[in-house]
């Protein structure tokens, strides 16, 4: 059993890690029972830490294999003499491992219990082994009455598999789901886990193997995690200078909006970028230059030459921080199409983007959901609903490298489909994003590829909110990540 924390890992569909079930079983290698007894004892060892030899735990088992793993770990609690009261429902058709769970259960002089939702709200400890993976459809109103009781209680929380009413594959759930503190998650990280509501209801996650690795296929979506900064960035030659690392553009900030562009350019520089030109409202000047005079601005009222000179200058453009949805952001944004830069478009861009036929695919996307949605023309409660369905179709649709930012942001392109479950709610105040757009336009401006700088990015912002959160999330601004930034892209 490990932390969910390696450099990269795969993550699958449920039904993927089912298949590899059945393909250990056909191999002889595994019965389905013993793998049951497997999972049950890898939650075994994970209560034991939480153990004090007096606190009762409280089963919740289901009807089918989620229910047998939770019988099982009863049991074991059991011989181990730990006090246990054990919830669950009927069940008329248990399968053969759920049948057998039950016997061992009843042998070690378990009782089974109607789920009692007063005696839910006053536990300690709750295994919850509803559901997993078998949720299917609406939940009954008895299992929402549970739920809620588990989300009620003051109790520690761990979840056999996946929280029960969280779907494996998407991360959405559409009534209620346990909020677990620990998914102790089995033969397969499940692809859910990581992203949407389910990083609310499964914070901590770790691993059970159980012996199906040989039987999972290639995985097409993994994590990426803070150990990809290890090695990323190499010493710098001792000859460098400042046009050795990149020149960036930054366009953006119409009227009222100097703000975004302007943290946009700091977390550029922060990267490591060599250069970095703000391209903005000639009022914002002071704005921009007043507390970062290394920021050089250019002031545009309309697009003219001395515009596509500065454009030209850049080896990337980062446009939409702050642009507006007036014409002159819509002709800034025609201006960068009409280069041959590759870019960074976030923000108003994306909204311009909706309603303009661009010529370019050289960029890479950062919408959050509500972007995602215009762009797709779907409700953000779609895009919500399956958060790795919308990047795809983002990709799909615009090219490039797609960023789909929230809770478990996705980066995709036309091969490779990552997530990077980092950051904290902190980063749900304004500015974050535009820092974000200036980090990864940095990174690439110092020749990272797009796809590496928009994941470097993300990981990078998302450890730097996780640093200046350690004074609060509540309050942490944009300009927080700034000193973390430069210190992440100096891990050598």
């Given at each position: 059993?490990?932390?969910?924390?390696?450099?990269?890992?795969?993550?699958?569909?449920?039904?993927?890690?089912?298949?590899?079930?059945?393909?250990?079983v056909a191999n002889s290698k595994l019965s389905l029972f013993q793998l049951v007894e497997k999972a049950a004892q890898a939650a075994f060892?994970?209560?034991?830490?939480?153990?004090?030899?007096?606190?009762?735990?409280?089963?919740?088992?289901?009807?089918?294999?989620?229910?047998?793993?939770?019988?099982?770990?009863?049991?074991?609690?059991?011989?181990?003499?730990?006090?246990?009261?054990?919830?669950?429902?009927?069940?008329?058709?248990p399968s053969n491992e759920l049948r057998l769970a039950i016997e061992r259960f009843h042998q070690l002089g378990g009782v089974i219990c109607?789920?009692?939702?007063?005696?839910?709200?006053?536990?300690?400890?709750?295994?919850?082994?509803?559901?997993?993976?078998?949720?299917?459809?609406?939940?009954?109103?008895?299992?929402?009455?549970?739920?809620?009781?588990?989300?009620?209680?003051?109790?520690?929380?761990?979840?056999?598999?996946?929280?029960?009413?969280?779907?494996?594959?998407?991360?959405?759930?559409?009534?209620?789901?346990?909020?677990?503190?620990?998914?102790?998650?089995?033969?397969?990280?499940?692809?859910?886990?990581?992203?949407?509501?389910?990083?609310?209801?499964?914070?901590?996650?770790?691993?059970?193997?159980?012996?199906?690795?040989?039987?999972?296929?290639?995985?097409?979506?993994?994590?990426?995690?803070?150990?990809?900064?290890?090695?990323?960035?190499?010493?710098?030659?001792?000859?460098a200078h400042k046009g050795s690392h990149g020149k960036v553009s930054i366009i953006g900030g119409d009227y009222g909006m100097a703000g975004?562009?302007?943290?946009?350019?700091?977390?550029?520089?922060?990267?490591?970028?060599?250069?970095?030109?703000?391209?903005?409202?000639?009022?914002?000047?002071?704005?921009?230059?007043?507390?970062?005079?290394?920021?050089?601005?250019?002031?545009?009222?309309?697009?003219?030459?001395?515009?596509?000179?500065?454009?030209?200058?850049?080896?990337?453009?980062?446009?939409?921080?702050?642009?507006?949805?007036?014409?002159?952001?819509?002709?800034?944004?025609?201006?960068?199409?009409?280069?041959?830069?590759?870019?960074?478009?976030?923000?108003?861009?994306?909204?311009?983007?909706?309603?303009?036929?661009?010529?370019?695919?050289?960029?890479?996307?950062?919408?959050?959901?509500?972007?995602?949605?215009?762009?797709?023309?779907?409700?953000?409660?779609?895009?919500?609903?399956?958060?790795?369905?919308?990047?795809?179709?983002?990709?799909?649709?615009?090219?490039?490298?797609?960023?789909?930012?929230?809770?478990?942001?996705?980066?995709?392109?036309?091969?490779?489909?990552?997530?990077?479950?980092?950051?904290?709610?902190?980063?749900?105040?304004?500015?974050?994003?535009?820092?974000?757009?200036?980090?990864?336009?940095?990174?690439?401006?110092?020749?990272?590829?797009?796809?590496?700088?928009?994941?470097?990015?993300?990981?990078?912002?998302?450890?730097?909110?996780?640093?200046?959160?350690?004074?609060?999330?509540?309050?942490?601004?944009?300009?927080?990540?700034?000193?973390?930034?430069?210190?992440?892209?100096?891990?050598?």
């Open positions: 059993m490990s932390e969910c924390n390696p450099i990269s890992t795969a993550l699958y569909l449920s039904e993927q890690v089912r298949q590899a079930e059945v393909d250990a060892t994970a209560l034991h830490e939480r153990l004090d030899g007096s606190t009762e735990v409280l089963v919740l088992a289901g009807r089918g294999n989620n229910g047998a793993d939770a019988f099982v770990t009863a049991a074991l609690l059991i011989e181990a003499g730990v006090d246990v009261q054990l919830q669950a429902s009927e069940s008329l058709t109607e789920f009692n939702t007063a005696n839910i709200t006053k536990a300690r400890i709750i295994v919850d082994g509803l559901l997993g993976t078998g949720i299917r459809g609406e939940l009954s109103a008895e299992y929402v009455q549970v739920i809620e009781a588990v989300n009620q209680s003051p109790a520690w929380v761990l979840s056999l598999d996946v929280p029960s009413g969280v779907d494996p594959d998407s991360g959405s759930y559409e009534a209620v789901a346990v909020e677990a503190d620990l998914t102790l998650t089995f033969g397969g990280i499940k692809q859910g886990l990581l992203t949407g509501k389910a990083r609310h209801c499964s914070p901590v996650i770790k691993f059970a193997d159980l012996g199906l690795s040989e039987f999972l296929p290639a995985s097409s979506i993994s994590q990426v995690t803070k150990g990809r900064l290890k090695g990323a960035f190499k010493p710098r030659r001792r000859d975004a562009v302007r943290l946009a350019a700091e977390g550029c520089l922060r990267s490591g970028a060599g250069l970095v030109t703000v391209i903005s409202r000639p009022e914002h000047q002071f704005i921009v230059s007043a507390t970062h005079p290394e920021l050089m601005f250019w002031g545009c009222e309309l697009v003219d030459m001395e515009v596509y000179l500065k454009l030209g200058w850049a080896s990337v453009l980062v446009i939409g921080p702050g642009l507006g949805s007036n014409d002159w952001g819509y002709n800034l944004l025609k201006a960068v199409d009409l280069t041959d830069k590759p870019c960074v478009i976030d923000a108003d861009g994306l909204n311009q983007l909706k309603s303009m036929p661009m010529t370019g695919k050289d960029w890479v996307l950062t919408p959050h959901p509500g972007e995602a949605a215009r762009l797709l023309d779907i409700s953000i409660t779609e895009v919500e609903r399956d958060r790795y369905k919308a990047a795809k179709q983002l990709q799909q649709k615009y090219g490039g490298v797609v960023v789909l930012k929230g809770a478990g942001t996705i980066i995709c392109d036309q091969h490779r489909c990552v997530v990077a479950a980092v950051g904290n709610p902190g980063l749900a105040s304004g500015g974050c994003g535009d820092v974000l757009a200036g980090l990864i336009g940095g990174l690439m401006a110092q020749g990272f590829a797009h796809f590496e700088a928009a994941y470097l990015g993300v990981i990078i912002h998302g450890e730097a909110a996780d640093i200046a959160a350690k004074e609060g999330e509540r309050g942490m601004l944009a300009s927080d990540l700034m000193p973390y930034i430069r210190q992440l892209v100096n891990q050598i």
